[in-house]
Nanobody
Framework: QVQLVESGGGLVQPGGSLRLSCAAS????????LRWYRQAPGKQREFVAG???????NYADSVKDRFTISRDNAQNTVALQMHSLKPEDTAVYYC?????????WGKGTLVTVSS
């Protein structure tokens, strides 16, 4: 059974930093493409960052140069390091793992950027 669990969300001031983590069970992260998405209230879920098994990364333009996605194979986790946070980054953040005909999702962790 595949389970993804995000953690690390919380309240942070604009300009601050936060590190999100996603822990996996039932799947070895090193073998798959991993992605972070986010969904703000009243908006559609949007892509944030992706990491391929080969180490390639891509980011949404809105977070490029501020966010970094990384994988820790020993811990079987994927992280999203966020810097220079803006109020518009406020959202529930989800990790996902496309796997064959399915995409697995965590339940999300809330990031609130506000003074």
């Amino acid at each position: 059974q595949v389970q993804l669990v995000e953690s690390g969300g919380g309240l942070v001031q604009p300009g601050g930093s936060l590190r999100l983590s996603c822990a996996a069970s039932g799947i070895t992260f090193s073998r798959y493409t991993l992605r972070w998405y986010r969904q703000a209230p009243g908006k559609q879920r949007e892509f944030v960052a992706g990491l391929t098994a080969g180490g390639g990364t891509n980011y949404a333009d809105s977070v490029k140069d501020r966010f970094t996605i990384s994988r820790d194979n020993a811990q079987n986790t994927v992280a999203l390091q966020m810097h220079s946070l803006k109020p518009e980054d406020t959202a529930v953040y989800y990790c996902s793992a496309p796997l064959g005909p399915f995409t697995y999702w965590g339940k999300g962790t809330l990031v609130t950027v506000s003074s």
